[in-house]
């Protein structure tokens, strides 16, 4: 199929190449001209695994392709993907003028039967104003369909997600589009989900503010643990092996972050609220969150008592393991409310420094996640990158003034770091 996504950003830009690796003829489509020539010279915006090797091979073999017109990508495709940010505003609720700026964009491009697919996330009922700005800007001259697309690929593991997907979620308000959306999908083999399409823009919310739930759910239990002097690790493998449970997004941390679940959660708390109903249920998701947050700090300042000019290690920058990602980020968040209360950090991320560096202008970078515990304090892991379980412990224990870690995502065993002479503080262990 000919399919053109608008907004090559993170969704976008996975997007378009996985459909062009299992053969669809895609464009992607961006407003940013800088963007559109760095990936048109074979450069990368975003640090995810596996997707630079998959971006040049498909351009190599003519399935993708760079533009940064949106009158070119609606004229030589027949579904055009709406894959644009849509950013929280100081109340909660979804800035949707890029979604509005692109649907008016395409109205005014389209000269034959398109289907428009929004694969943003967005508001319930996004969909009918979407159908209703098409129909306004093109004057009703031609027909098209609106189709609600959500994505659930994670950071990270992008290419994966998308590549195999759990489930496929087509929102739709006629038969007509099903078929083609039925063939960009049938490659990867996925269950498809054809409904309405509030149903499907309500199935994205409903999603992530789950799983962001479910994380708060063991931070909860994290606290109970640590008061009870039980292991939250435990209790997450016993109460996970319960298939209605299920293990994943268990893992008890500082808190989750992202551009994803904090934007998420604050903007289905509103749409509840416009659709009278109050979800207290969420709030007090993200009052766990923010109180993890807190917690750790204070048992931070409560172990090394003054923060003021402690010299601190971090290990982790990025808001999760395999993203050079910072927004949001917990990591950063924390370094920041370290260097409010006068810390001097020695910051390593694998990936997210340079991201970083506009966020935390005052810390040192070191390029050598085994270099960061020089004359340290304390040692802080505040990423899940799965390397920093392999940081040199005796080195660190060595060079630091005093051996004390604070592991905000549980990456070490609280007995074997006793045994190694640690003074070690987890979480809900
Ligand atoms: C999330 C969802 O998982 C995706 O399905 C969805 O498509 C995406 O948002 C989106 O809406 O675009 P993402 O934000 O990339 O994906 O990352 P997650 O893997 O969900 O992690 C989010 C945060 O939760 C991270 O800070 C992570 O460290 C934290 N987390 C995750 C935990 O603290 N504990 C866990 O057990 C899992």
Redesign the pocket.
């Known amino acids: 199929m000919k399919i053109t996504i608008i907004g090559t950003g993170y969704?976008g830009l996975v997007t378009g190449t996985c459909f062009a690796q299992v053969g669809h003829r895609v464009i992607c489509v961006d407003n940013d001209p800088a963007k559109v020539k760095l990936l048109q010279g074979g450069g990368m915006p975003i640090y995810e695994p596996g997707l630079e090797e998959l971006v040049n091979s498909n351009v190599a073999a003519g399935r993708l392709r760079f533009s940064d017109s949106t009158r070119e990508g609606v004229e030589q495709s027949d579904v055009i993907f709406i894959a644009v940010p849509t950013p929280p505003q100081a109340d909660g609720s979804v800035d949707l003028s890029f979604i509005e700026g692109v649907a008016r964009e395409i109205a005014s491009n389209m000269t034959a039967y398109r289907i428009v697919v929004d694969k943003s996330?967005v508001p319930v009922k996004t969909g009918e104003k979407v159908t209703e700005t098409i129909k306004r800007y093109s004057k009703g001259r031609v027909e098209f369909d609106v189709v609600s697309n959500p994505?659930?690929?994670?950071?990270g593991f992008a290419v994966d997600d998308l590549m195999h997907p759990d489930r496929v979620v087509v929102g739709v308000s006629s038969e007509r589009p099903v078929q083609a959306m039925r063939e960009v999908y049938e490659p990867f083999k996925a269950p498809i989900i054809v409904t309405d399409i509030s149903s499907a823009e309500l199935i994205k919310h409903a999603a992530?503010s789950f799983?962001a739930l479910k994380?708060s759910y063991i931070n909860a239990i994290s606290v109970v643990c640590e008061a009870a002097g039980a292991n939250v690790q435990e209790v997450a493998n016993g109460i996970g092996m319960d298939k209605r449970i299920g293990r994943q997004?268990?893992?008890a941390?500082l808190g989750?972050?992202?551009s994803?679940?904090p934007k998420?959660l604050s903007a289905f708390i509103k749409i509840a609220e416009q659709l009278g109903y109050d979800f207290g249920l969420l709030k007090e998701v993200q009052r766990i969150n923010s109180d993890q947050m807190a917690r750790f700090v204070k048992k931070i300042a409560s172990t090394l008592w003054v923060l003021k000019d402690k010299r601190i290690g971090v290990l982790g920058l990025a808001?999760?393991q395999n993203t050079d990602d910072v927004r949001m980020s917990?990591a950063i968040d924390l370094c920041q409310r370290l260097l409010k209360e006068g810390a001097v950090l020695r910051v390593h991320d694998p990936q997210a420094m340079e991201k970083a560096r506009p966020l935390l202008p005052t810390v040192t970078y070191v390029g050598e996640m085994n270099e960061v515990a020089e004359g340290c304090d304390a040692l802080i892991v505040a990423t899940?990158w799965p390397e920093f379980k392999k940081l040199d412990l005796d080195r660190a224990r060595r060079n630091m003034s005093h051996p004390i870690m604070f592991d905000g995502r549980n990456l070490f065993d609280p007995k074997e770091m006793e045994r190694l002479g640690w003074i070690y503080k987890s979480i809900g262990r």
């Open positions: 969704v996330t994505e659930f690929l994670r950071e992530n799983l994380i997004f268990l893992d941390s989750f972050g992202g994803c679940f998420d808001f999760k917990p899940e």
